[in-house]
Antibody
Framework: QVQLVESGGGVVQPGRSLRLSCAAS????????MHWVRQAPGKGLEWVAF????????YYSDSMKGRLTVSRDNFGTTLYLEIANLTSEDTAVYYC????????????WGTGTTVIVSS | SYVLTQPPSVSVAPGQTARIACGGS??????VHWYQQKPGQAPLLVLY???DRPSGIPERFSGSNSGNTATLTITAVEAGDEADFYC???????????FGGGTKLTVL
């Protein structure tokens, strides 16, 4: 079973950019479509972004569109999410998750990385 | 955008049956997936495609989907089932993945 480990979170000043990473434990990562999902403190899950296995398809949430870039390095088995122009509303735990190969759900989740936007 | 509506909370006594609803327009036309999230943990898939269970999920967890409502049913509820539950669909019209607002299951 693949394991996913996010990193790159921390305290960031408003207006700055941040790049989050998600490292997969297996070589087969290159066959997996992936998602980013976030959860603000005390709130529910919010889908953020999707990238196909080969990186040719990318979809973004409407609420954050224009500030997001999702990418992947299949040679290095790593997924990335860059968020520009951060605001306090971006404060959340960010999870990466693998999409099932057979349906539109997320069957493996990372443990999350916390982003706090504060001056 | 497509909206999924869940009750904020559901409470049941141990051993009873919990039912958590997820409402959406013509939701029966799309597969609904359910996640359990305990405090401080990542979400865990408990049902996919309306009613299928991943390996390791007890048979006590089941699901249905009809009309405008999908339902997660947990029979013989245990204290360890206490968690937040989220429904999720893929909205083909926008290529967006949508989560419900979540339901906190309390075991009395």
């Amino acid at each position: 079973q693949v394991q996913l480990v996010e990193s790159g979170g921390g305290v960031v000043q408003p207006g700055r950019s941040l790049r989050l990473s998600c490292a997969a434990s297996t070589f087969y990562f290159k066959y997996d479509a992936m998602h980013w999902v976030r959860q603000a403190p005390g709130k529910g899950l919010e889908w953020v972004a999707f990238i196909s296995f080969d990186g040719t398809k990318k979809y973004y949430s409407d609420s954050m569109k224009g500030r997001l870039t999702v990418s992947r390095d299949n040679f290095g088995t790593t997924l990335y999410l860059e968020i520009a122009n951060l605001t306090s509303e971006d404060t959340a735990v960010y999870y990466c998750a693998r999409q099932s190969s057979t349906n539109y759900y997320m069957d493996v989740w990372g443990t999350g990385t916390t982003v706090i936007v504060s001056s | 955008s497509y909206v999924l509506t869940q009750p904020p909370s559901v409470s049941v006594a141990p051993g009873q049956t919990a039912r958590i609803a997820c409402g959406g327009s013509n939701i029966e036309n799309t597969g609904v997936h359910w996640y359990q999230q305990k405090p401080g943990q990542a979400p865990l898939l408990v049902l996919y495609a309306d009613s299928d269970r991943p390996s390791g999920i007890p048979e006590r967890f089941s699901g249905s989907n009809s009309g405008n409502t999908a339902t997660l049913t947990i029979t013989a509820v245990e204290a360890g089932d206490e968690a937040d539950f989220y429904c999720q669909v893929w909205h083909s019209g926008s290529d967006h993945w949508v989560f419900g607002g979540g339901t906190k299951l309390t075991v009395l």
